[in-house]
């Protein structure tokens, strides 16, 4: 069965700092998707990156990247110049399958 | 461009009751994806429409059901309510398998069963 382990389930950083999530997965299929969805308190989840395991690229979007290790099954996530708005619930996702998530906390 | 919706917003219900929830999905999207969300854990994949077609099942028993209409909306359906089944209910949508495409969330309903 495929899992999905996000194993930090609170983090911190100050603002304008940066801070990376990780996230460690098992699957044996090898084309696959990874997603990084964010949950606001009370708010709807939104997706914030995506990463195609084909490509050895690590996606990048405006102040998030990715860090993908394929033989490792790593798909860390850094928050660059952290803002009070990046304050929500983050999950890792690899195809349907969802991590616990990472509260993360942004200290002005 | 209208997002996922979905209704009631909160819902409560008496163990051993039925209960159907409800998604509209986003516009040109004809996939959608059921999933539990307990408190403070991760969404729980239940299953996935495409074009009116259960496409995917995750550890779900079979009194959880679901459709998917025409128009690619969407009803999720509990027979025989459990006290664990008490969770957020999100619904999202998606271009195509939520396997490979970006899923768009609604605001779920929030379950509780008494």
């Known amino acids: 069965a495929q899992t999905v382990t996000q194993s930090q389930p609170e983090m911190s950083v100050q603002e304008a700092e940066t801070v990376t999530l990780s996230c460690t997965y098992d699957t044996s299929e090898s084309d696959y998707y990874l997603f990084w969805y964010k949950q606001p308190p009370s708010r709807q989840m939104i997706l914030v990156i995506r990463q195609e395991a084909y490509k050895q690229q690590n996606a990048t979007e405006n102040r998030f990247s990715v860090n993908f290790q394929k033989a490792a099954k790593s798909f860390s996530l850094k928050i660059s110049d952290s803002q009070l708005g990046d304050a929500a619930m983050y999950f890792c996702a690899v195809k349907l399958v969802f991590g616990a998530g990472t509260i993360l906390r942004v200290k002005s | 461009e209208t997002g996922v919706t979905q209704s009631p917003t909160h819902l409560i219900k008496t163990r051993g009751q039925q209960v159907t929830l409800r998604c509209s999905s986003q516009s040109g999207h004809n996939t959608v994806s059921w999933y539990q969300q307990a408190l403070g854990q991760g969404p729980q994949f239940i299953f996935q429409?495409?074009?009116?077609?259960?496409?995917g099942r995750g550890n779900f028993p079979p009194r959880f059901s679901g459709l998917q209409f025409p128009n690619y909306s969407s009803e999720l359906n509990v027979n025989a309510l459990e006290l664990d089944d008490s969770a957020l209910y999100l619904c999202?949508?998606?271009?195509?398998?939520?396997?490979?495409?970006?899923?768009?969330f609604g605001p779920g309903t929030r379950l509780t069963v008494t």
């Open positions: 429409y495409y074009r009116e077609e259960e496409n």
């Open positions: 999202a949508s998606s271009l195509g398998t939520a396997k490979y495409y970006e899923q768009y």
